[in-house]
């Protein structure tokens, strides 16, 4: 497909720099208002984009590596644990007494919507520079990089010039509206992106809102113009548009009942790596993420804990 993919080799870890943390994510049992408490049902589990795509890969069975940070705290204990049972090496992985474990608080109406969120990624600005540099040895043994945007501008700077000197190709994560204009000026050493629509006007500087198939594919092929390599843009239950220099398509969503949106970006973005470090065709490997990601709408946490590549091909889209 393209002239650098046969660097892709699944026989070696995915090496993965960004965001751990708790979620905390409350779904109201009725009409959501200001100034009272709702009935809800709260579920608590284990987050952040770098940390989901690491779980998602490994219970694929792909090796990973998770450079992250968490605090010197009991919720940074149980993390470290968790994802260490799930397969994933922490060896890695940053402590640091200046902030606690990261967190996330989520908000989702009766109908499973994302009504508010709020995070606190501060324990991310350890991973600095130095902690990259250190770790400089990760990136010539690894197949692929994975990077989120809750890193600090100069700690991606630096992990996109070591994948460089590997010659690792680099899958970014725009992560939120927020956060996604930190990828603009490296998109020409991107690989694989994967926005929604919302981050996508952000990365291309879109005048107006992307709010159909027809936009969002114009979208994708922009990306693809700036220097990245594979742009999928993604539209909730308008299904998703993707692009390279050579082909362009259009993948329509599973039709499911939300039980809980999160992680559900982070699942797609794993399955369509973990489909390309094993030649799978990019088409089917995008509607393998398709699949992974409405698996997980369906479950209560942010990675469904059995998902394999069979559990994915039972409910492709065809």
């Given at each position: 497909m393209f002239a650098d993919i046969h660097y892709l080799n699944s026989e070696f870890p995915v090496l993965v720099i960004g965001s751990a943390g708790l979620?905390?994510?409350?779904?109201?049992?009725?009409?959501l208002k200001s100034g009272v408490s709702t009935p809800s049902h709260i579920r608590y589990s284990f987050g952040g984009v770098a940390r989901n795509v690491s779980e998602n890969l490994a219970r694929l069975g792909q090796k990973v590596i998770l450079l992250t940070a968490?605090?010197?705290?009991?919720i940074g204990d149980q993390l470290i644990q968790q994802a260490n049972n799930a397969g994933i090496n922490v060896d890695y992985i940053q402590r640091t007494s200046a902030n606690p474990t990261g967190s996330y608080i989520a908000v989702l109406n009766n109908n499973g919507r994302l009504e508010f969120a709020m995070d606190d990624m501060r324990t991310t600005r350890v991973l600095t520079r130095e902690y990259i540099l250190k770790n400089s040895e990760?990136?010539?043994?690894?197949?692929l990089l994975f990077l989120d945007s809750n890193l600090p501008q100069e700690t991606i700077k630096t992990a996109i010039s070591q994948a460089k000197r590997a010659r690792l190709l680099i899958c970014g994560d725009p992560t939120s509206v927020s956060l996604a204009s930190k990828l603009k000026p490296f998109l020409k050493n991107i690989f694989l992106i994967t926005p929604n629509n919302t981050e996508a006007e952000i990365l291309c500087g879109s005048p107006r809102p992307i709010k159909n198939r027809s936009q969002a594919l114009a979208a994708a092929k922009d990306l693809v113009s700036?220097?990245?390599?594979?742009a999928i843009i993604t539209m909730a239950e308008l299904g998703l548009c993707y692009a390279t220099s050579e082909t362009s398509g259009y993948i329509p969503a599973i039709g499911t009942d939300i039980l809980d949106p999160t992680g559900a970006g982070d699942a797609l973005t794993s399955t369509v790596l973990f489909a390309?470090?094993?030649k799978i065709p990019l088409d089917d490997a995008v509607r393998l993420g398709v699949s992974a990601a409405s698996l997980t709408l369906r479950y209560q946490g942010a990675v469904v804990p059995d998902l394999s590549l069979e559990k994915l091909y039972d409910q492709l889209v065809m």
């Open positions: 979620d905390v994510v409350g779904r109201v049992k009725s009409e968490v605090g010197n705290d009991h990760l990136f010539k043994q690894a197949s700036r220097g990245v390599k594979i390309l470090l094993n």
